[in-house]
């Protein structure tokens, strides 16, 4: 099965926090790594997205231009993903040429179709430059219903799009000034003629029953109060508009929000054609068979279930206006939009402005992926905001990574070191050997559907229980008592049982901890490569462009999600530690005087 994994695209205006990658960067990868794992052709893609005011007013304070800004927040950002262990087949940017002339495309598709309008529209200009301010960056009541921090897009408390002229006592983000309203035409998708197309896209998604249910009834919702958007902006910043539009509108860019959401498409064409087959991305996007997946935070629903399917039904022309698909052919639409909800930190919401936030980079350096990705595994923001605390970040990898599963590791390594120096022979089975085999072999289907569901709690909270029930086995069958000479056939036997049931399980863990996995594989004796791991590398602008940093991987080798006999024979040596246990007083106590010094 071809399987696209669409990754938010992450805004290049600084480092990535915590919440960030709780929302789309590990989810997506656990969900990836197993699909691979399951047999699945998956094409997984995303990059940074690097237009938009954000940047240019974040460039004016810096002292910087706006490419200069990005290119090091690209770079920036596609090395903590890498490290992360995120296994996107292309990590990208916006600014590469190839996306540029990807959008240009679609639009004017969608614009021979009939979709884009033309219509005059009220923007919001800063008062002292004179610079279009994006609906993001205004803030006031919602005039619907009350809540006093809405954003000229949309309001998050009542979920109903807006313009930021509809705010009442609007105000700038950038310096709390009252923004100035101007007259300006712009270039609307026609989301009303688009409506009943969505809706029956919605309602057909609403009846498998596998969306969150959150993020259907939000999406159908906000069909209620549907109208056209303007996708164009005044601005000097962003992909202009193609041919003899551009002439005419010198000063026009697309909104960002258009531009990125077009990243998917523009990502898997791009990689398509750094793999030496242009066509090939065409397997996950023309093939109505394939599935799609798209990962993000809850306040991205609005532009993946409704504005980037708008914008594929437009261009297909299957909308109320009809049309016909332009060169990219009838192209795919979601089959899930995977939503998660907040991360908080200590109760309250990540700020980098308020210094309120704890960097990707810095828990990376100083406690390594492994603890952060079983953390946002075990405790993330699946499907309600979640908070993570430094007291129960330590808790969980000293009692479940530590403990459970390394503690599970480490000791039988130690005893096959000791007692044989490789895996030995088994001997006959006993009912308490083939209950323990059965137990872990059953968990690959039943961890492997929870995770094809997007319940990535329920299945490491699964695997967790199985390491819990192999960790008993030892207790149960107690080889370090087999001592005598005519027990070590049995003592063979136990320890070629645990050896298996280890291995298994460290299959069974490896979307979610890949780090460890390698680890693991190593201390059993493998050469340490059991999953393939990301790479970033330079590479040049395929379009004649600056080069840039991207994310990629060879991951041909992936090993089956089934269970995978041991090989009898092979050398195991005493094993060094896989995790580090933290000290608890230590960490609270220097994060929370770190924090505190910020």
Not at 97 to 107: G, I
Not at 226 to 249: F, H, N, Q, S, V
Request: glycine share 8%.
């Amino acid at each position: 099965m071809k399987v696209l994994s669409a990754v938010a695209w992450p805004y290049a205006n600084g480092p990535r926090h915590l919440g960030h990658v709780a929302g789309f960067g590990v989810p997506s990868d656990v969900f990836s790594r197993y699909m691979r794992m399951a047999g699945h052709d998956v094409l997984m893609v995303s990059g940074s997205d690097e237009h938009g005011t954000p940047i240019l007013v974040l460039a004016d304070k810096q002292g910087t231009t706006a490419r200069e800004l990005v290119d090091t927040h690209h770079a920036t950002i596609a090395h903590e993903l890498g490290d992360l262990g995120c296994s996107y087949d292309l990590y990208t940017r916006t600014t590469a040429r190839n996306h540029y002339q990807v959008v240009q495309d679609l639009f004017e598709q969608c614009q021979a179709n009939g979709y884009f309008i033309e219509q005059t529209q009220q923007v919001a200009l800063d008062p002292r430059t004179g610079r279009t301010l994006p609906d993001r960056y205004i803030e006031g009541t919602c005039p619907i219903c009350g809540y006093e921090d809405a954003r000229g897009d949309q309001c998050d408390n009542c979920g109903n799009q807006l313009e930021p002229s509809d705010l009442k006592d609007p105000r700038s983000k950038i310096d709390g000034s009252t923004p100035q309203f101007g007259e300006t035409e712009h270039f609307f998708l026609d989301l009303p003629a688009l409506a009943d197309a969505l809706r029956e896209y919605l309602e057909g998604r609403e009846a498998t029953g596998t969306w969150r249910p959150n993020v259907i009834r939000f999406s159908l919702n906000i069909l209620d109060d549907i109208r056209p958007r303007a996708m164009t902006r005044d601005i000097d910043w962003g992909i202009p508009l193609p041919g003899e539009l551009a002439t005419k509108y010198p000063t026009k860019r697309f909104y960002v929000w258009f531009d990125a959401v077009i990243g998917y498409l523009s990502a898997s064409i791009e990689w398509a054609r750094r793999q030496g087959h242009p066509e090939r991305w065409r397997e996950w996007w023309n093939d109505p068979e394939a599935l799609s997946y798209y990962f993000m935070g809850k306040d991205n629903i609005t532009f993946h279930s409704q504005i980037w399917p708008a914008e594929l039904l437009a261009y297909s022309g299957k909308g109320a206006k009809g049309g016909e698909p332009g060169p990219f052919g009838e192209l795919n639409l979601p089959t899930e939009v995977v939503s998660s909800e907040f991360l908080t930190m200590e109760s309250r919401q990540f700020s980098s402005s308020r210094g309120h936030v704890i960097g990707v980079r810095h828990v990376l350096e100083t406690y390594g992926p492994d603890p952060l990705r079983y953390f946002i595994c075990a405790a993330g923001p699946e499907n309600q905001d979640a908070d993570f605390t430094w007291p129960d970040f330590v808790q969980r990898n000293n009692s479940e990574l530590v403990a459970g599963w390394g503690n599970l590791v480490n000791r039988t390594a130690s005893m096959v070191a000791k007692n044989f120096g490789e895996i030995p022979q088994p001997g006959e089975l006993e009912d308490v050997d083939r209950a323990v085999l059965a137990r872990v072999a059953g968990a690959f289907a039943e961890v492997g559907t929870l995770l094809e569901r997007h319940r990535q709690k329920a299945a490491l909270g699964e695997v967790m229980r199985v390491v819990g029930d192999v960790n008993k086995y030892v207790t149960d069958t107690e080889p370090f008592r087999l001592k005598g000479e005519d027990q070590r056939e049995r003592l063979a036997t136990v320890l070629h049982t645990l050896t298996q049931c280890v291995s298994d399980c460290n299959l069974l863990l490896a979307p979610f901890v890949p780090h460890a996995a390698n680890r693991v594989d190593a201390v059993l004796g493998g050469d340490g490569a059991l999953v393939p791991m990301p790479r970033v590398e330079d590479v040049d602008d395929l379009d004649g462009g600056p080069g840039y940093p991207v994310i990629t991987g060879d991951y041909s080798s992936f090993p089956r999600w089934e269970p995978t006999p041991v090989v009898v024979g092979t050398p195991i040596a005493k094993p060094t530690p896989v995790f580090v246990k933290l000290d608890a007083e230590e960490v609270v106590g220097t994060e929370r005087a770190a924090m505190a010094a910020e």
